[in-house]
């Protein structure tokens, strides 16, 4: 006789849970609302700029009474009168003497304070370093009445020097803000091993720490000179003297100026003119702002 063994039955798995969780939308979808809101703000900020640009190609006629339609004609003119006759070029080299003296100033002594502080430890750091993160907050409107009369009295109102100074201490607080961070993230081996080598402190700072915190400098240096190219309140109080206006100044009174006389063209050549380095400034150095904020965030 054949005895025939049969196979264990399995017992059947239970079935799975039921997922009662509702399905995630596709992140396509969840970031749409994202997207359109960074889209619709690109088109109010973008909408302007490129409307004054078209507008100084133009005739005054075609800016009144086709102001959204491209120029029959382009007008470049208008430009040349501007820059001439209005008197922008010469308030372009003023803002270039003072931005620029005032950004060198600025990024030098911000850069040393920042990497002492940061490097330092000594009595009153974090109260002098906390000093200079307050004096971001502070209002400027509240300080032009005592900063017009020390100006005054140092005899430096309405000069290149007077602006320099004020626009450098503006400055300062915010690139010390920003620089002390990124001075902290750095290695100390490398400053270390220059001391080993008879370095002084000075020439560790400039030509071991500064190359190093290249990155930094450079945004920083980019966002100071786009506050500091559209400053207009502190000119305004501090440089009465027509001749030595910046740009801001210039272009408001080139707006009163130019709208009496209804040379609506020549004033939106200025507009742009005044707008141009910025814009260069910003393409140009784009990938050094993304790249001197990112290594910041990430160190």
Known sequence: MTLSVSPP???????????DRPARA???????????????????????LLWAVVSS???DDEILNHPWSLPSTPQ?????????EASIGRYFFN???VVGGALALTMLLGSLVAYALARYEFRGNRIIYYTFVAAMFFPVFLALVPLFFVVQQL?????????????????VPFTVFFLHAFFRSLPAEVAEAAFLDGCSHGAVFFRVMLPM????????????FLGLWNQYLLPLVLNPDPDRYVLAQGLAALSVSQGY???????????TIAMLPVLIAYVAFQRHIRAGMTAGAVK
Do not use: C, E
Not at 9 to 19: G, I, K, V, Y
Not at 156 to 170: D, E, K, M
Not at 213 to 224: D, E, K, S
């Open 26 to 48: 596709p992140r396509s979808v969840r970031t749409l609302p994202v997207h359109v809101a960074m889209l619709a703000w690109s088109v109010v900020t973008a909408l302007p």
């Open 95 to 97: 803002s270039l003497v």
């Open 9 to 19: 039955r399995s017992s059947p798995s239970p079935p799975a849970p039921a997922d």
């Open 213 to 224: 915190a290249r990155p930094g400098l450079v945004a920083v240096g980019i966002f100071n």
């Open 57 to 59: 190609f133009k005739t």
């Open 76 to 84: 470049p003119g208008n430009w040349a009168r501007a820059w001439t």
């Open 261 to 271: 006389r209804s040379d609506w063209s020549g004033l939106f050549a200025g507009l």
């Open 155 to 171: 005899g430096l109102l309405g000069t290149y020097q007077g602006l320099i100074l004020v626009y450098a201490a503006y400055a």
